[in-house]
């Protein structure tokens, strides 16, 4: 392409983004100045290849008289202020289209946290002007705000668009190049970083609405509730495909598809998949739209849109049609982990955590964050910041219940509010659960270490009773909650002359009384090659508690037969089948007589990397 119809091309980019930053009413965080971009903008910016920019990587020109460098100095100062107040959305904002797609490739951005990032910027040297009008120069940062790093040189390179307005063309650092120019074909043609590998046909038919788990735990509430009915007997496998990598999260089923985060071995690109449930066909895929991205955990379905989870440099929730893969919106909240979203209403909640400087990780300071987004727009309607590591999150009537390494969090729904914050906490991956006037999970006390079953009031934090439990927590602990009871998977702990054995605890809801214990009947010789083990969250579907067991052990003993799929009967506390030897890392799905889990296997490469489907008849 000649540089006349680049320049075209280039100019027609901006338009299109001044126009999505135009859309929705999304105003900046305090600090921050810049109009924001929005969800909507970023996935239309995202789904366009970056053009080949040779000037990038050495740019060249002539000196820039001081009295004309106002438009660099104005950007750098601008770009800080965002960064201080955590506002990414309002950073990505000073950006041209071409410099969000540049800086949202790279492997060390600098865009820091929703906690915001402090830096001191230490001067603007050797400003040019390009042979295109552009502006370049270096930017000297202290990294630490404080004194305490070396100095950083950022290359900026600047651009002014139809409108007058100049923005941010390019923003490297020396750590943050090796993937700054995204995505490529073989033959070196740049691909958009928001695409689809593989979509539908035009005619390819929707399934009609129907039983559905469309949320980590079946709902936002993470009861652990299925739509079934289940299997009355072991069902059989009847396909497994290949996620790419490993996955103990949950997938999505509904409307004739499993959904779930994967990796392209293609693409070499993570991505969100979509299956044929009847038989294991590739649907569609759509990748990740950030580079060094993954997708870490179950996505949410709610109505015609799905709410992916996306972890990178900087993270986020990206809206695809769930029929299509067709993107809609990308929410960025910058560097973050991200767990299961949980939609419900009109809202898409999400929650995780980091550290405030990705570059002073010596300080360890951990930054919390909790988001309340516009389900049809990606608009932030809420955050809420604390020094916590929080994990994944339940939705109730009033509030939103976070796991912490400081406790579980009661959050108002309306306006994201701290209510009450308890001492106990699930584990670390695990949610709590959500049942009427209860909250109740498996996990810990964080101020004695104490672990066991506890059930708080969700208006109060109050405790209403707990369990304590001799758990093995390496292996896990899981809750679901179904009509009056409580029902807790765990591992007795390891004793001199036990390994433990996997068990299904049910508890009333009301007072934590014990209904019953249902304990795998393996022996301790057969469990007696076993080198680890993890056991799934229960899934409720009718009369029964579903859930799963993978074993690490050498493949020719008899421990990988406690590996698999156990259902049990809810009335009785019974074994009403068994799946032996399908390593099996996620809470099963169970829809239409038919069960859906990550897993591997005797002919797999590992377990949790495979989506296997079994079905009775």
């Known amino acids: 392409m000649n540089r006349a119809a680049c320049s075209v091309f280039g100019a027609l980019l901006l338009a299109l983004w001044l126009l999505a930053h135009g859309r929705g009413t999304v105003t900046a965080l305090p600090g921050c100045q810049a109009l ?50 955590g506002d990414v959305r309002g950073l990505l904002g000073l950006f041209s289209a071409d410099g969000v797609r540049r800086l949202l490739s790279e492997r060390a951005p600098m865009v820091g946290g929703p906690g915001g990032l402090q830096v001191t910027v230490q001067a603007v040297n050797d400003v040019v002007r390009l042979a295109d009008g552009r502006l370049a120069g270096r930017v000297v940062i202290d990294p630490s705000g404080a004194g305490s790093a070396a100095p950083i040189t950022l290359t900026m390179v600047i651009a002014q668009g139809g409108d007058g307005a100049w923005r941010i063309d390019a923003l490297t650092a020396p750590d943050s190049t090796e993937s700054g120019a995204g995505p490529a074909t073989a033959d070196g043609q740049p691909l958009p970083l928001l695409r689809r590998p593989i979509a539908p046909g035009p005619d390819t038919p929707v399934a009609a609405p129907g039983p559905m788990s469309p949320m980590q735990g079946g709902d936002a509430a993470r009861s652990g509730s299925q739509p079934g ?58 990748t990740a739209p950030v580079g060094w991205a993954e997708i870490p955990d179950t996505p949410a379905l709610a109505g015609d849109l799905l709410f992916a989870p996306v972890q990178a440099p900087v993270s986020g929730v990206v809206a695809l049609v769930a029929w299509t893969g067709q993107p809609v919106w990308f929410a960025p909240f910058g560097f973050t982990s991200v767990t299961a979203p949980a939609a419900d209403g009109e809202t898409v909640y999400v929650a995780g955590w980091g550290v405030r400087n990705p570059r002073e990780r010596g300080l360890d300071e951990s930054v919390g964050s909790v988001f309340a987004l516009d389900q049809k727009t990606g608009r932030e309607r809420w955050r809420f910041i604390d020094s916590s590591r929080f994990g994944p999150l339940a939705v109730g009537r009033e509030m939103v219940y976070v796991s912490s390494n400081r406790g579980l969090y009661a959050l108002a729904r309306s306006n994201g509010e701290k209510r009450w914050q308890a001492r106990f906490t699930p584990l670390p991956g695990e949610p709590p659960v959500v049942s009427g006037d209860t909250v109740v999970f498996a996990g810990s006390d964080v101020t004695s270490g104490a672990t066991g079953v506890f059930a708080l009031d969700t208006t109060t934090g109050a405790l209403r009773w707990r369990k ?20 807790v998977t765990w591992w007795e702990a390891p004793t001199d002359d036990s390994v433990g054995v996997p068990v299904l605890s049910a508890y009333s809801l009301s007072d934590g009384s014990e209904r019953w214990v249902y304990r795998a009947s393996v022996t301790q010789e057969e469990l007696a090659a076993a080198t680890g083990a993890t056991i799934t969250a229960p899934s409720i579907a009718g009369d ?48 239409a007589d038919a069960a859906y889990v990550m897993g591997g296997g005797a ?15």
């Open 468 to 487: 304590d439990l001799d758990a093995s927590l390496s292996v896990g602990l899981g809750t679901a909650a179904a009509r009056d009871t409580v029902y």
């Open 544 to 591: 029964q508690a579903v859930f799963g067991v993978a074993v690490q052990a050498p493949r020719d003993t008899p421990a990988t037969r406690a590996s698999g799929i156990y259902a049990i009967d809810t009335n009785s506390g019974q074994l009403r089948w068994q799946v032996s030897g399908l390593e099996t890392a996620s809470a099963p799905v169970v829809v």
């Open 229 to 286: 009915p289940p299997p009355e007997s072991a069902p059989p496998e009847v396909w497994r495909a290949p996620t790419g990598w490993f996955s103990g999260a949950q997938p999505v089923v509904g409307r004739g598809l499993v959904i779930f985060g994967g990796f392209s071995l293609g693409e070499r690109q993570s991505v969100v998949e979509a299956l044929d449930s009847s038989r294991g066909g590739v649907r569609w895929q759509t």
């Open 603 to 617: 002919t797999d490469a590992g377990r949790g990397s495979s989506v296997v489907a079994l079905r009775s008849g």
């Open 36 to 85: 924001p971009a929005s969800a909507t903008g970023l996935a239309a910016v995202l789904s366009t290849p970056l053009r080949i920019d040779d000037a990038i990587a050495n740019p060249q020109g002539e000196v820039v008289p001081p009295a004309e460098r106002a438009p660099m100095g104005n950007l750098v100062a601008a770009w800080n202020g965002c960064l201080a107040a």
